[in-house]
């Protein structure tokens, strides 16, 4: 069963977004990590670097794929998840906590409405299973 927290946002790419103040804590989805299997190495942006909405941001590798990593937002990184980098295998067992990758200050936070929902997201997946 694929764990789909309800607060958070999504995007067709797989990755989550969940608001913590004026910062959005972004990572892969429940989903994301189960298709890909043991994730054995990751790379993701430093502090200060720009990202922006749709394009990548960094990539997961695992014992499966290398898959690129893509920005739910526009904005300036603010931290980096460093557990992650030496123990990427923290996203698999949990990837809605322990396993976020980074946290963005949104160049407009409106774009956080762009994303879909719980529910949204939990058809989209659906569909993606058949």
């Known amino acids: 069963m694929v764990q789909i927290p309800d607060e958070l946002k999504y995007t067709g790419d797989h990755e989550w977004a969940m608001e913590e103040g004026d910062l959005l ?8 990590q189960d298709a890909l299997g043991e994730i054995v190495y990751i790379e993701l942006p430093s502090e200060g670097d720009e990202i922006t909405k749709g394009d990548p941001f960094g990539a997961v590798e695992s014992t499966k794929a290398v898959s690129d990593l893509y920005a739910p937002v526009s904005g300036d ?3 980096v998840n460093e557990v992650l980098l030496d123990a990427p295998e923290t996203i698999n067992g949990d990837p809605y906590g ?7 200050r949104p160049y407009d936070p409106k774009e956080l409405n762009d994303l879909m929902d719980f529910e949204e997201y939990a058809e989209y997946v659906e569909k993606e299973m058949e």
């Open 77 to 79: 990184v603010v931290e």
């Open 98 to 104: 322990e396993g976020w990758m980074i946290k963005v």
């Open 25 to 32: 804590v972004i990572g892969i989805t429940d989903y994301a």
